[in-house]
């Protein structure tokens, strides 16, 4: 079992769609959770950023955290094709100045209009 | 959020020649800095952890040697691809700290 799982897509909406985008992991260690976007030849963007069990909002973007469960989601509302890219979730623990972050393979997302 | 250069963004090069990447932290000083690997369709691959002053850490499985990575000062790191070969062709994107992890647009590199 990889340590975070996550559904590589494709996955096409129309635009104006809520996204919902997941990932599970399984090293309990885990207490800091990102999301990420990549655009095609380019470097990963910091979306979300949250430590622990939560959620998270910023404009259309609502990142939650189950610990419980080992599953984290993204979510995006009034999808725009602006959108559409490569979502990519990581996640490290919070040992001293470890940073070393474990990502998912990423999801393709293309908003439609 | 804190801005992380690459340069160059693309480089093609012939099978046996060495190629220089660098990565700058523009307005902030980072001690550790990291290189990742994508090849398409693929997720990110950390191989080295880059620290200011001290020799990198490599990921299980990638060659020291022929990946040579230098981190000199507090806003450069670089990594150098030794005697190059057309399996090396991929994206090599660099990231480095501030508060979380910053990445770089990343350097396409083709081995012919």
């Known amino acids: 079992q990889k340590e975070v799982e996550q559904d590589p897509g494709p996955l096409s909406v129309p635009e104006g769609a809520i996204v919902s985008l997941n990932c599970t992991y399984s090293n309990s260690a885990f207490q800091y959770f990102m999301w990420y976007r990549q655009y095609s030849r380019k470097g990963p963007e910091l979306l979300m950023y949250t430590y622990s069990s939560g959620n998270k909002e910023d404009g259309r973007f609502t990142a939650q955290v189950d610990k419980s469960s080992k599953y984290i989601s993204l979510f995006i509302r009034d999808s725009q094709p602006s959108d559409s890219a490569t979502y990519l979730c990581?996640?490290?623990?919070?040992?001293?100045?470890?940073?070393?972050?474990?990502f998912g393979k990423g999801t393709l997302l293309t908003v439609n209009p | 959020g804190a801005v992380v250069s690459q340069h160059p963004s693309w480089v093609i090069c012939k099978s046996g020649t060495s190629v220089k990447i660098e990565c700058r932290s523009l307005d902030f000083q980072a001690t550790t800095m990291f290189w990742y690997r994508q090849f398409p369709k693929q997720s990110l691959m950390l191989m080295a952890t880059?620290?200011?002053?001290?020799?990198?850490?490599?990921e299980q499985g990638v060659e020291k040697d022929k990946f040579l990575i230098n981190h000199a000062s507090l806003t450069l790191s670089t990594l150098t691809v030794t005697s190059a070969h057309p399996e090396d062709s991929s994206f090599y994107i660099c990231s480095a700290i501030s508060g979380s992890q910053f990445f770089g647009p990343g350097t396409r590199l083709t081995v012919l």
């Open positions: 880059s620290n200011e002053g001290s020799k990198a850490t490599y």
């Open positions: 990581a996640m490290r623990d919070s040992g001293g100045s470890n940073y070393k972050l474990t």
